[in-house]
């Protein structure tokens, strides 16, 4: 793994990640970077990394092991992430109390609101809406915990993915559209296909994450697993001919690469390496993907990781969404104009994680 990457994420590890997590405001992004320490643990074995999850986790779980905020994640898939954290935490410490929140966690799922053609609303406050975030948010989640039950019926989790591959893929690009909305009620949707309008980069690359999450989950357990690879490499010859000739990274907005304003974004980019790295690795992709991907991490390096002694990671946006929101906001109207006046944000989570990700995927590869 390059030095500048392993110095920057170690000090991640110490500094920033255990400083930002609290109860209240336990978020999705501290799952990714909870998953990303972990993988970068079983690695290089330094015990850095456990020192942060743990500390970390404290503002998940009391020391009991009981979820200190369950009000929030009902019926939401972004607090429904949560569920890769504990499964984290219950690898890391064993304790059978985290392992009975896990169940709970599912249980709750079971209740989760769908749409007509079967898919999880995003959120209640998204009724009738898909986004592309969630499936990563939920279904790797969904199969893990299914796994652990004895569960042997993944059709669920194959079915959501077939019906985002119907409604969001749009085959004269190449690429997945941000979210749809089956009820077309919303402002920001087309009102003939309920879709949004934008193709933003990380909404792609949490789908890309998840698709490669869940074969490694269900190859060898569900009989159309296959599914996720034909998806994978469908995405990937989507996506590849829209990167940067001179970062390697993907943009913001990833078919707008010359608009005023679009940017090449760290997050979405290194979700892209992760996803397609993991691919090659687990045979879904040839091999030759992996080399690709491999340009995308040093591209990232080399454009934003600024600094010897303390690197920061820059590039990062810092959040994006469609509709008021739970804080009102009339701007998030799906425009571009809407995603690129999104503030970017250094060492943001999304992108740190995202980043420890492909690095431990490159290094699992063998590059």
């Known amino acids: 793994m390059n030095a500048q990457w392993l110095s920057y994420f170690r000090n991640y590890a110490e500094n920033i990640f255990p400083t930002i997590p609290t109860p209240v405001h336990w978020s999705y992004k501290d799952d990714i970077t909870m998953r990303g320490e972990e993988m970068l643990l079983a690695l290089t074995g330094d015990g850095a990394y456990r020192a942060s999850m743990l500390k970390a986790g404290e503002a998940l779980l009391t020391p009991e092991g009981r979820l200190r905020n369950w009000d929030?994640?009902?019926?939401?898939?972004?607090?429904?992430?949560?569920?890769?954290?504990?499964?984290?935490?219950?690898?890391?410490?064993?304790?059978?109390?985290?392992h009975g929140e896990i169940l709970r966690v599912r249980r709750n799922l079971e209740g989760h609101p769908r749409t007509k053609v079967g898919n999880y609303w995003h959120k209640n406050i998204?009724?009738?809406?898909?986004?592309?975030?969630?499936?990563?948010m939920a279904l790797p989640f969904q199969a893990e915990t299914d796994i652990d039950r004895g569960v042997t019926d993944f059709s669920d989790?194959?079915?959501?993915?077939?019906?985002?591959?119907?409604?969001?893929?749009?085959?004269?690009t190449g690429l997945y559209l941000h979210a749809w909305d089956e009820s077309r009620a919303m402002d920001w949707c087309d009102p003939l296909t309920g879709l949004s309008r934008c193709y933003?980069?990380?909404?792609?690359?949490?789908?890309?994450?998840?698709?490669?999450?869940?074969?490694?989950?269900?190859?060898?357990?569900?009989?159309?697993?296959?599914?996720?690879?034909g998806l994978l490499r469908e995405a990937a010859d989507g996506i590849l001919p829209y990167q940067d000739p001179e970062t390697r990274m993907f943009c913001q907005l990833i078919d707008q690469r010359d608009m005023a304003g679009n940017y090449p974004e760290t997050s979405g980019s290194a979700m892209v390496a992760?996803?397609?790295?993991?691919?090659?690795?687990?045979?879904?992709?040839?091999?030759?993907?992996?080399?690709?991907?491999?340009?995308i991490l040093e591209g990232i390096r080399r454009t934003y990781l600024k600094g010897e002694n303390i690197p920061v990671l820059y590039g990062i946006c810092a959040s994006a969404g469609l509709?008021?929101?739970?804080?009102?906001?009339?701007?998030?109207?799906?425009?571009?104009?809407?995603?690129?006046?999104?503030?970017?944000?250094?060492?943001n989570q999304h992108g740190a994680a995202a980043c420890m990700m492909a690095a431990a995927e490159c290094v699992r590869a063998g590059m």
């Not at 998204?126 to 990563?136: R, S």
């Open 126 to 136: 998204y009724p009738w809406q898909v986004w592309l975030d969630g499936l990563y």
């Open 157 to 172: 989790i194959l079915d959501q993915f077939r019906q985002v591959r119907a409604h969001h893929f749009v085959t004269e």
């Open 200 to 229: 933003w980069l990380r909404a792609e690359g949490w789908l890309l994450m998840a698709m490669c999450d869940c074969y490694e989950l269900l190859r060898d357990r569900a009989p159309d697993a296959g599914l996720f690879a």
């Open 274 to 295: 992760y996803a397609l790295l993991k691919g090659a690795r687990l045979g879904m992709l040839d091999r030759g993907y992996a080399d690709k991907d491999a340009e």
């Open 72 to 98: 929030d994640m009902v019926h939401n898939l972004d607090f429904v992430s949560l569920g890769k954290s504990l499964w984290v935490m219950y690898h890391l410490t064993g304790n059978e109390t985290i």
């Open 323 to 347: 509709g008021p929101g739970p804080d009102n906001r009339t701007d998030r109207d799906g425009t571009p104009r809407y995603y690129l006046s999104e503030k970017q944000s250094p060492d």
